[in-house]
Every structure is written in C-alpha cells, then in structure tokens.
T-cell receptor
Framework: QKEVEQNSGPLSVPEGAIASLNCTYSDRGSQSFFWYRQYSGKSPELIMSIYSNGDKEDGRFTAQLNKASQYVSLLIRDSQPSDSATYLCAVNREGGGNKLTFGTGTQLKVEL | DTAVSQTPKYLVTQMGNDKSIKCEQNLGHDTMYWYKQDSKKFLKIMFSYNNKELIINETVPNRFSPKSPDKAHLNLHINSLELGDSAVYFC???????????FGNGTRLTVT
C-alpha cells in the first residue's frame, strides 16, 4: 500500500463546476496535511494546509480532513481553466522532521 | 525577488561526470530540502537540513552529497552521474521543521 494515494486522473470538470480531489494516507501518526498545485513544467505551490478534522476554507478552495478515515480532500468551487494542473497531496508525521510524503498527484482539467 | 532560487535551471551532462546544483533562499527560513521528481512526477525527499544540520537523509546513493554552508544555502553535489539520475531536482525551504514547504523552480537534469 502506498503511503499517500491519489487517483492520477485526469479528472475533467466543466468550467464553473466543483472539482473534488481525494487523497488517502496509511500512517495514522500523520498530523499535517497539505495540498500543492503544480502546473506543467513548474514547481509545486502550496494551496492549502490543514491540521485538524473538519473543513478549512480559503476562497474557492476547501480542504476537508477526516483522520479516523485517513482521508483528506480538496474541493475547488467555480472551477476555472486556470485551475487545470496537477494537485499533489502531502502528509507529514509529527516528529518526522518535516519529511513530507507526497502522493503521485491528480491531474485536473477544467474544460470550457 | 525569487524566494527560493536554484541554479542551473537545466543541466545536460554525460554519464560519469560530476555536477553541482546550487540553492539559496531569502525567506529567512531555518530548514531546507532537496526533493527529486521522477518522470512519473513522483516527488520524493532526499535530504533536509535545519540550521545547517542534516536531519533527513533518505536512502540516497553516496554519490549524492548535500552541503549547507549557512542556513540560506543548500547545495547538491552529484558524483559519477548515471542515466537513472535524470529527473527534476527541487530545492525547498520552510520556516521550521513542521511548516509548509516553499519550492524553488527546479533543475532539470538530463544524463546522456
């Protein structure tokens, strides 16, 4: 079992729709959870961080964490073509020295 | 005003050569990292330094040697390059050990 699993996609959504990206992790000791966006040929950039169960909203983005189910998701409302990118889920274990473990990413395509 | 800058952006070299990649951050962060992203876009940590001290050293061949002259710089030297070393290498920094990462623009290494 991979430490952090994501569906590779591509996930295609029409412009204006809600995109839902999912991530599961295997280490129950994980404490910090991050979503990064990576455009083709570019570096990953931080979108959201979440540390406790529940929802965290920032603009059009909402991160959801359920530690009991070892599940973290990212919702993108009113999806725009500029949201088309690969979204990387990353997980960190407390005391792990910030050894972020990344999933392989989900490619999102927002279609006009 | 690039926060995390790495050079060179592209590096093409032959097998057996020795090469270095340099990284500098002007964010005042204490922790710096090297990540490798392979052709399948999987991002994996190689090394992490906190205030010039090595804190993470993943299973990386001894041909890879990081050096941190001060907490704003983390360089990566690679000896006896092999074809399998071809990848994109990202430098990153974070304010502290458990903070989100800020990535540099990456160095695409091609070994022929």
């Amino acid at each position: 079992q991979k430490e952090v699993e994501q569906n590779s996609g591509p996930l295609s959504v029409p412009e204006g729709a809600i995109a839902s990206l999912n991530c599961t992790y295997s280490d129950r000791g994980s404490q910090s959870f991050f979503w990064y966006r990576q455009y083709s040929g570019k570096s990953p950039e931080l979108i959201m961080s979440i540390y406790s169960n529940g929802d965290k909203e920032d603009g059009r983005f909402t991160a959801q964490l359920n530690k009991a189910s070892q599940y973290v998701s990212l919702l993108i409302r009113d999806s725009q073509p500029s949201d088309s990118a690969t979204y990387l889920c990353a997980v960190n274990r407390e005391g792990g020295g910030n050894k972020l473990t990344f999933g392989t990413g989900t490619q999102l395509k927002v279609e006009l | 005003d690039t926060a995390v800058s790495q050079t060179p952006k592209y590096l093409v070299t032959q097998m057996g050569n020795d090469k270095s990649i340099k990284c500098e951050q002007n964010l005042g962060h204490d922790t710096m990292y090297w990540y490798k992203q392979d052709s399948k876009k999987f991002l994996k940590i190689m090394f992490s330094y906190n205030n010039k001290e090595l804190i993470i050293n993943e299973t990386v061949p001894n041909r890879f040697s990081p050096k941190s002259p001060d907490k704003a710089h983390l360089n990566l030297h690679i000896n006896s390059l092999e074809l399998g070393d071809s990848a994109v290498y990202f430098c990153a920094s974070s304010q502290s050990i458990n903070s989100p990462l800020h990535f540099g623009n990456g160095t695409r290494l091609t070994v022929t």
